[in-house]
């Protein structure tokens, strides 16, 4: 009887969690589960899970902030159960979320008088921001076309084809055409002259990005303000510009403040930028800053009043959390302009240092500029044997994850490798990272080429080729590539046993 009693309380209570039946059980995966389990088991089970994805700090495909003080993560962990939309409760989040409104656009030099409120919001992140912006847009297009007495079916945005996916998503869900300027190879931003060549009387605005996604350069938005003002006069049309400082944003102003690309331009009309990427807040907030209250089409400001009071909301989404706004304002306060000038400089130069060792392998081309976003872009200068799609899937396994991908249309026959340099990754990550790009480029070098699979493709087009040859080629290319994988397996296995 005591024995009984004995094993069910230690089967429940005692066992530790590795020694209980919930760690022989399946994982649930498709259907809630009809049995309660113990936290400590559903913590462990999840943690076991979670262990597989890669490690934030060594992602160096993302902007996104991956490191915040100690305090800062408390006052994170202290407003996790606060919904920001309910203001009346939180009237000090609300508040602090004003502060940094206005604390942005005092930074983009918006015209903001004595007693006026800047005019902003918090969001989850640039693609919320810029939703908003384009709706803001559209709707004063609208206006202004209807008033004229003509049609408003057909609206369209001039950008570069280097924007980020996020205007292609609002082009998409709000009916409106994205007209993008073609890149070619050596430019890989929008070129003024021929956005403004594209402006025609149905433009809702040009979308200028500082700091593009794919190679960090800043676009020449005073260029752009210059010849839409001459445009404007000619034509009436008032076409405004749109910037997109989701990266840039935090980095102009500290290392750049004489560069004229924010309200100081007059057709400059909004900005968006990213709090959790050089805000140096982890994800979940984006901001975005309108130059007047004439701006913000009023009809697009909700007011309601069940919560308590008569609140203007202007967001995508009701419900979000608080604590990346509450982040936002201790990280402005702490860190001040001093702050935020040391941080960028440093990541400025660690990019410099990452730059300097993949120059110094003599096998890749630099495609990213000296100023603008710290990130290094860079494309092999010879990828008829191996792609730089091999390297970033080789990197893999010393933990680093460093994107490749193709440009933009036209460029698209440009491949380049990205590392994206934040505020914690430091010097000594840099130098190690130069030593595995090495080492992997060792071990390529020693691989069969892949290059056979072209042979095919030129092969298969060529139209003097007879069938029995292409299936030929076809088969001694599986054969080349049944001969990579046996090679790589070896050199994993080899890995795994700690020989090499
Ligand atoms: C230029 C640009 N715009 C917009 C975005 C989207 O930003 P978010 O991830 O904050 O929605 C990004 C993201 O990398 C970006 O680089």
């Known amino acids: 009887m005591v024995l009984t009693e004995l094993v069910s309380a230690t089967d429940e209570y005692l066992h530790s969690t590795f020694a209980s039946r919930y760690v022989r059980d399946p994982v649930p995966r498709f259907k809630m589960p009809e049995r309660s389990m113990p936290k400590e088991a559903a913590y462990q089970m999840i943690n076991d899970e979670l262990m597989l994805d890669g490690n934030p700090r060594l992602n160096l495909a993302s902007f996104v902030t991956t490191w915040m003080e100690p305090e800062c993560d408390k006052l994170i962990m202290e407003a996790v159960n606060k919904n920001y939309v309910d203001v009346d409760e939180y009237p000090v989040t609300t508040e602090l979320q004003n502060r940094c409104v206005s604390m ?8 903001v008088g004595e007693n006026e409120m800047a005019v902003g919001v918090g969001t989850v992140g640039s693609s919320e921001a810029i939703m908003l912006a384009g709706l803001a847009f559209k709707r004063k297009w609208q206006q202004k076309r209807k008033a004229e007495g003509k049609p408003i079916d057909n609206p369209n945005i001039v950008t570069g084809a280097n924007v980020q996916v996020c205007w292609e998503k609002f082009a998409r869900y709000f009916e409106v055409e994205l007209k993008e300027v073609k890149l070619r190879e050596g430019y890989y931003i929008m070129d003024p002259e021929k956005a403004v060549e594209m402006v025609d009387e149905n433009t809702i605005c040009v979308a200028a990005i500082l700091g593009s996604t794919l190679t960090r350069e800043f676009e020449d938005v005073k260029l752009l303000n210059d010849l839409l003002t001459k445009k404007n006069e000619e034509t009436g049309w008032g076409t405004p510009i749109h910037v997109d400082a989701a990266s840039g944003g935090f980095i102009a102003p500290f290392l750049y403040p004489d560069l004229e690309w924010d309200f100081r331009l ?26 007047t209250k004439e701006d913000l089409p009023d009809e697009l400001v909700f007011r309601i009043n069940y919560l308590g009071s008569d609140q203007p909301t202007f967001t995508l989404n009701f419900s979000k959390g608080s604590s990346t706004i509450i982040a936002q304002y201790y990280q402005f306060i702490r860190l001040g302009f001093e702050g935020y000038q040391n941080i960028i400089s440093n990541c400025m130069g ?54 490749a991908y193709t440009m933009p249309a036209d460029a698209e026959h440009i491949a380049v490798l990205r590392a994206v340099i934040r505020e914690d990754f430091s010097r000594g990550l840099a130098e190690r990272l130069v030593t595995h790009i090495e080492q992997v480029l060792k071990e390529m070098d020693n691989l069969p080429s892949r290059v056979a699979a072209k042979l095919v493709q030129a092969a298969t087009t060529a139209e003097d080729v007879c069938s029995e040859n292409v299936t030929r080629l076809k088969k001694s290319v599986r054969e080349t590539q049944e001969e990579v994988t046996r090679y790589w397996r070896r050199l994993v296995d080899r890995k795994k046993a700690g020989v090499c």
Do not use: C, M, Q
């Open 350 to 403: 660690k990019a410099r240092i990452l730059r300097e060792g993949i120059e110094k392998t003599g096998r890749f081309n630099i495609v990213s500029k000296e100023v603008g976003v710290p990130l290094v872009a860079f494309s092999l200068k010879d990828s008829s044997k191996h792609t730089v799609f091999e390297i970033s899937e080789s990197l893999i396994r010393f933990g680093w994850i460093i994107p």
């Open 266 to 291: 007059p057709w400059v009309k909004s900005i968006n930028v990213s709090g959790h990427k050089y805000g140096l807040v982890y994800a979940g907030v984006g901001w975005i800053i309108w130059r």
């Open 104 to 111: 942005i656009a005092y930074l983009f030099h918006a015209p």
